[in-house]
């Protein structure tokens, strides 16, 4: 008789749930193919070596496993850190260390010297037809994107803002992507949607600003270069037609949650 008991069940949800976290993580490093030929390894070999009970191949199959968990480690190294530091970064934000902090003097702190430059710049963008795509990290990394740009470092502010985006100026028609805080590069090449759905209307900034926005849970606010107009990008959706205190708002809600 097979003892089953909740214990197990929540085993089983737990491995689930892992599998699920590494195969998303995976996804995103275009590393999904090589995970799920793992996957069908380890089940084979679960299969070869538990349930049929298959000496000779099961022997040759353990051998591939204990040398191949090496190879795996050199091979997801990258990965690895990556899903570490997701793990990390996760902690930081629901630590309980947040209960004796002054949350509401903090979000104050971060409102003014973050948030209220990037509405002022996108406002006198918007003003002046100047085409602009920021890109704004939350939890999962945009290293790869980052890479892919000029490495600035800066303190937020307007007017380097509005410099890097002036139409004469070589790293205009990428993205600029903030993290911790601090503008960290700019002129970076993002993945563009792709989706039949998109309106016709919308152009390359806004398709950039979907894909990437659909890859990871990051924040990409567009300024339009033919009309003007001011719209976020979040979770796959987007929001058009913003005004200055509609977008302090969104920021205020999203960036500081």
Known sequence: MIDFAIKDIIDILLVALMLFYVYRLMKQSSA?????????FIFVWLLVSEVFSMRLIGSIMDQMMSIGSLGLIVLFQKEIRQFFADIGMRHRRLGFLKFFSNRKRQDERTHRHHIIPIVMACLNMSKQKTGALIIIERIESLREEMKSGDYINANISQRLIENIFFKNSPLHDGAM??????IHSAGCILPV????????????????????????????????????????????????????????????AEWTE
Do not use: M, Y
Request: hydrophobic share 40%; glycine share 10%; aromatic share 2%.
């Open 193 to 252: 949607s792709h989706d039949t759905d998109i309106p016709k209307s919308l152009g390359l900034r806004h398709r950039a600003a979907l894909g990437i926005s659909q890859k990871t849970d990051c924040l990409a606010i567009i300024v339009s270069e033919e009309t003007g107009n001011i719209s976020v990008a979040s979770n796959g959706k987007i929001k058009l037609r913003l005004g200055a205190e509609e977008l302090e708002q969104l920021l205020t």
């Open 32 to 40: 999904a193919n090589v995970f799920s030929g793992i996957l069908v």
């Open 177 to 182: 992507i903030i993290a911790g805080k601090r």
